[in-house]
T-cell receptor, first 118, second 111 residues
């Protein structure tokens, strides 16, 4: 079965550089989520998109932006990178009706993109 | 953690023993879920319990939910070395559009 695809899997950048992460959700999933997980931390919600429109915003820095394209893939753009941005970045997708009566409530996660800022 | 707190933060047991992990949360929820994460890998959904349920079973997993205490527990019975991972609880808000994770429990099962 198709899973959530993230690229690149590993990325090394210098401070103040820019990075772009990509996410390809499971086909027919209508919502994409981005999470950041620092070393030894729990995943922190950054932002989500429902049907290509921004749905919710969490603890996403102003230096970061994201969008979802017509083919439903999403990109997370990070500028003016700081050492503290080093983390695993996860993308997840969910089918329609996530938390509704018939929904499973399950998010499907990709394997993550590990960003290291030097 | 913004939402849930888990205890213990780390748990080490022998194969065959049971492992119990607890989670507390702060706001009203639609449902609570448990996820598993192998080191440096993606999160995998284990089980979901809705706010009107008190207990749920799935294979060797048993989840309880006490909405009055805003807490949940995950029991893994007859643990195996392959169960070694971090386990996170996560809650869906009432609007049903945001999943918030609590701090994980790192479980180590020794063979």
């Amino acid at each position: 079965a198709a899973g959530v695809i993230q690229s690149p899997r590993h990325l090394i950048k210098e401070k103040r550089e820019t990075a772009t992460l990509k996410c390809y959700p499971i086909p027919r999933h209508d919502t994409v989520y981005w999470y950041q997980q620092g070393p030894g931390q729990d995943p922190q919600f950054l932002i989500s998109f429902y049907e290509k429109m921004q749905s919710d915003k969490g603890s996403i820095p102003d230096r970061f932006s994201a969008q979802q394209f017509s083919d439903y893939h999403s990109e997370l753009n990070m500028s003016s990178l700081e050492l503290g941005d080093s983390a695993l970045y996860f993308c997840a997708s969910s089918p329609p009706g996530l938390a509704g009566p018939g929904g499973t409530g399950e998010l499907f996660f990709g394997e993550g993109s590990r960003l290291t800022v030097l | 953690s913004q939402q849930g707190e888990e205890d213990p933060q780390a748990l080490s047991i022998q194969e065959g023993e049971n492992a119990t992990m607890n989670c507390s949360y702060k706001t009203s929820i639609n449902n609570l879920q448990w996820y598993r994460q192998n080191s440096g890998r993606g999160l995998v959904h284990l089980i979901l319990i809705r706010s009107n349920e008190r207990e749920k079973h799935s294979g060797r997993l048993r989840v309880t939910l006490d909405t009055s205490k805003k807490s949940s527990s995950l029991l893994i019975t007859a643990s195996r070395a392959a169960d070694t991972a971090s386990y996170f609880c996560a809650t869906i808000n009432n609007a049903g559009n945001m999943l918030t994770f609590g701090g994980g429990t790192r479980l180590m099962v020794k063979p």
